[in-house]
């Protein structure tokens, strides 16, 4: 599969203001009203990159994929077909809520519901803060990253996204009380040092973390004056990764999950990447909390 990007996320919510809370006077993303009920969390000219669906548990629902073309939309959709996986074409109803042309769904091993789409439909306005955060970093990049847990089998989970549309960036094996853990890190189609993670954690809900990334290292700053200010429990310390040269802190959202919230992500030439493990994960900081 020819992935060029992480185009969006769906998450549930029994409803959408806790999420409204936590856009507008946490993260500064604009929150905007969609479709059949859905927050749109806006950061860039898209219609939204994460749209918080309400009547749903807490927790990521879905990751979704973007491709290019609808070429590469059908060679996608087949490639699946052809190594079994089963797939579930998406309607019109569910493309005007992820404003996008078509979709379709599938569940990786690990049992991750996962969506692959083209052609994303938006009004381009402009992104403008409602706290004043310079910009989202997204063009030509995608969304940022999501992190998700492999502990059924962590090798045919790995195995499963080197065949559809990944390639490995890096490998963190680090020590947990139960053992080494290992951390698996994969890129697609756009410079970002990794859009797709993969661990050996046992995480409820299945989702470790998502990640954001914004334009200065003021912003992530400001951003951990607001957490503090509106008492949001903080799941890592600020820090900085060895393998994408992120800076950044983690926190805990309303779905459950953690956020990354970081600034200064590295942007490869994969023709000139080395892949390389590390026993750590970051070179300060990201001291992570219990």
């Known amino acids: 599969m020819n992935i060029a990007e992480l185009g969006y996320l769906l998450v549930g919510a029994p409803d959408v203001e806790d999420w409204r809370r936590f856009a507008e006077k946490i ?8 479709e059949q009920g859905a927050l749109y969390l806006k950061i860039d000219p898209r219609a939204f990159r994460i749209a918080v669906l309400p009547g749903h548990d807490n927790g990521l629902l879905a990751s979704g994929w973007l491709v290019n073309s609808p070429v590469d939309f059908t060679d996608a959709r087949n490639e699946l077909v052809e190594a079994g996986v ?8 569910g493309a005007r809520l ?11 091993p690990e049992g991750h519901l ?3 789409a083209w ?17 989202f970093v997204t063009e030509g990049l995608g969304l940022g990253h999501v992190v998700l847990t492999a502990t059924k089998d962590f090798r045919g989970e790995a195995d499963f996204w080197l065949n559809h549309g990944f390639r490995l960036s890096d490998i963190l094996n680090v020590p947990t009380p139960a053992g080494n853990a290992q951390v698996h890190f994969f890129h697609c189609r756009n ?14 809900g299945g989702c470790i973390h998502v990640m954001l990334e914004v334009a200065s290292l003021d912003d992530v700053g400001r951003c951990l004056d607001r957490v503090e200010k509106h008492g949001v429990k903080i799941t890592a310390t600020l820090g900085r990764h060895i393998n994408d040269n992120m800076t950044s802190f983690y926190m805990l959202t309303p779905g459950g999950f953690s956020l990354e919230y970081g600034t200064g992500g ?4 994969w023709e000139e990447n080395v892949v390389f493990e590390t026993t750590r994960g970051s070179d300060w900081g990201h001291k992570f909390m219990a």
């Open 114 to 116: 996962h969506e692959i």
């Open 119 to 135: 052609g994303p439909i938006s009004d381009f306005q402009p992104f403008v803060s409602p706290l004043g955060v310079t910009a």
């Open 27 to 34: 993260l500064g993303t604009m929150a905007i009203d969609g």
């Open 266 to 269: 590295k942007k490869m030439n």
């Open 86 to 93: 089963a797939v579930t074409d998406g309607d019109a109803d």
């Open 191 to 204: 410079p970002r040092q990794h859009s797709l993670a993969l661990g050996e954690l046992p995480i409820p």
């Open 98 to 108: 992820r404003q996008v042309q078509d979709y379709f769904s599938f569940r990786d």
